[in-house]
């Protein structure tokens, strides 16, 4: 088979749109091997370059970080490795770094085209050389170039006769794994989906291909980072082509590891473009994220303002100033996403947009909210989260910490102040109060927005009280452990303004503080019952100047759709 071999220098060029196929980030892995006496083979597949090891020995010899045969083997040597996707292989990169006098002088690659075999089956598949014998040098990197072949799922690298290798590497291109229904939500920018990084402004301490590997690494390493920026107003920037136009809904956003060195803000633009790496200042650039915060070692989850009727192949996500990201995730759907007028008839045949049994005969339109996961961040515009960090450095900036109770326990200091502004002579007064709430009523996965309130005079905090254990005692025995918050700004009409809402999932764990005269919607818990202890300000009258109720008009359904897992 035809071969190029390609210069050091040449090698981003050569293989900046292709994925390292055996990566074992992807879930590459060694399935057999005909000898590792000196150096076992899973070093081939690490994703770090080979360390020295000079001057180490172990009980059959010296150290080496790489793969390593006996000597004197009167044929070859093999290893047989599972790729961590179905691809097509276009290249390899065989490295040879710190073998020096032990090197492997020679080395080929073959695959397996029959890509429904099993790691059983390897055996007795038919194998296809890929790769011919080319020779090796000592304590170097050899990039070789081959025409793409078919796909394939496991290659079997072979060296002549024997020695050491200390990284393998199967470049090519990924065979998408994408759902069937062009209704169906997933991540359009999975490198299994077919995503690919295709530009970064700096990439200095991580690679931005790290953005959309699976999984949440182990370190900084294995994430974006960008080098600390001395310019007033620097940004920096990673385009990302989506394994297929899609309909955009929400995106995640995660700083793993990154404490104190995650971006300040962010902010996301979509666009439709037939070229691989459109141009970074495309005035078509739509924002579909406007600015936000974001948080030391965490997932954000937002939705996205995107335009639903039109489908977008790349996005652009752009950091101030600076700063690392561990993963992105862009969720959406092959097809238009379902927030259209319909009728009876239509809402039943479609899960996320199905009306509860009272819903009348008449026409309505279905606005579908997802409910994502509760961050800081995500909820700053609306009030603030309650809970604590077991990891200190991922509390949100500025938190004051200190131990308490002779070191026993540990304090978040004033997470939230209360605030209230009730006028002079109201009769006022600020209290602890506790709600019991029975569970919603969810249909298919989906639960229906029917009224929202707000406070116009003060915030409101909700705390999840625990469950019993002592006998005869009144608290719930087995308490739920999720509630929704739902909450919406005041539009210019004195009403909710529906295209800022918002709905999170949050966990028994965390409690919230809604901000004064935010619209949310009443204590909703899912499952099993929960309690809550309410701290606010009120008269406690009735008055609207306590709580102002909005129920929802019918014309309007808002389905708030729950996370599927």
Same mark, same amino acid.
């Given at each position: ?22 990566s ?26 080979? $360390?020295?090891? /000079? &001057?180490?020995? %172990? ?5 080496y ?10 044929? #070859? ?57 080319? $020779? ?17 799922? #496991?290659? /079997?690298l ?13 470049? &090519?291109?990924v ?30 301490? %991580?690679?931005?291909?790290?953005? =959309? ?10 994430g974006w ?14 385009? =990302?082509?989506? &394994? ?42 739509a924002? =579909? ?29 752009t ?11 862009? #969720? ?16 039943a045949?479609?899960d996320? @947009? ?65 605030e ?14 506790? #709600? ?24 409101? @905090? ?12 009144e ?25 800022t ?9 965390? &409690? ?32 609207r100047?306590?709580?102002?109720i ?16």
């Amino acid at each position: 088979m035809a071969y190029e071999s390609i210069p050091l220098e040449a090698f981003h060029e050569t293989f900046k749109f292709n994925t390292e196929l055996s990566s074992v980030v992807l879930g590459g892995k060694v399935v057999k091997v005909s000898d590792e006496f000196f150096a076992e083979a899973f070093h081939l597949l690490e994703v770090e370059p080979a $360390p020295s090891l /000079k &001057g180490q020995f %172990g009980p059959n010899g010296a150290l080496y970080n790489g793969w390593e045969t006996r000597r004197h083997n009167p044929s #070859y040597d093999w290893c047989v490795i599972e790729l961590g996707t179905l691809g097509t292989i276009v290249g390899f990169d065989i490295d040879t770094t710190h073998f020096n006098g032990n090197e492997a002088p020679e080395a080929s690659v073959d695959g397996i085209f029959d890509s429904s075999l099993g790691e059983h089956d390897v055996n007795n598949a038919k194998w296809t050389e890929i790769l011919p014998r080319v $020779p090796l040098g000592p304590s170097q990197r050899h990039l070789f170039k081959i025409p793409e072949t078919e796909r394939v799922r #496991y290659v /079997k690298l072979n060296m002549y006769p024997d020695g050491g290798i200390a990284r393998f590497r199967v470049y &090519g291109n990924v065979v998408p794994v994408q759902p069937d229904s062009p209704q169906e939500v997933f991540d359009l920018a999975h490198v299994f989906a077919g995503g690919r990084v295709t530009f970064m402004s700096d990439q200095h301490f %991580g690679i931005g291909a790290n953005l =959309i590997l699976p999984g949440r690494g182990k370190d900084m390493g294995d994430g974006w980072e960008t080098k600390r920026s001395r310019q007033k107003g620097h940004k920096d920037w990673v385009i =990302i082509q989506l &394994g297929t136009p899609g309909h955009l809904r929400t995106v995640e956003i995660d700083t793993a590891h990154f404490k104190g060195n995650f971006p300040e803000t962010c902010e996301l633009h979509a666009l439709y473009s037939e070229d691989e790496i459109p141009d970074s200042n495309d005035v078509e650039w739509a924002q =579909i994220l406007s600015p936000v915060k974001l948080g030391p070692h965490r997932r954000h989850f937002f939705a996205l303002e995107a335009d639903v009727s039109i489908a977008y192949t790349h996005v652009k996500l752009t950091v101030y100033p600076d700063g690392g990201i561990k993963r992105v995730r862009v #969720y959406g759907t092959k097809g238009p996403c379902p927030d259209l007028a319909a009728g009876p008839s239509d809402m039943a045949e479609n899960d996320a @947009a199905v009306p509860l049994e009272s819903a009348p005969a008449a026409i309505k339109r279905v606005k579908t909210i997802p409910v994502l996961p509760l961050t800081p961040e995500a909820f700053s515009p609306f009030g603030q989260v309650i809970q604590a960090y077991g990891d200190h450095a991922a509390a949100p900036r500025g938190t004051k910490i200190t131990p308490a109770n002779q070191g026993s326990a540990t304090k978040f200091h004033k997470l939230s102040l209360l605030e209230s502004s009730y006028p002079v002579g109201s009769g006022a007064s600020s209290g602890l109060s506790v #709600y019991r709430c029975n569970p919603t009523k969810v249909v298919n996965g989906g639960v229906e927005l029917k009224v929202v309130e707000r406070h116009p005079y003060t915030n409101q @905090a909700f705390i999840p009280m625990g469950g019993g254990g002592i006998q005869g005692d009144e608290a719930l025995k087995e308490p739920g452990n999720a509630y929704l918050v739902v909450v919406a700004h005041n539009g210019a009409n004195d009403k909710p303004d529906f295209n800022t809402l918002r709905a999170f999932v949050a966990s028994a764990g965390q &409690g919230i503080m809604y901000n004064t005269a935010i619209w949310h919607q009443p204590m909703t818990v899912l499952y099993k019952p929960m309690d809550f202890t309410c701290v606010e300000t009120q008269i406690g009258n009735g008055d609207r100047a306590d709580c102002e109720i909005l129920e929802l008009e019918a014309s309007e359904v808002v389905i708030l759709a729950l996370p599927r897992h």
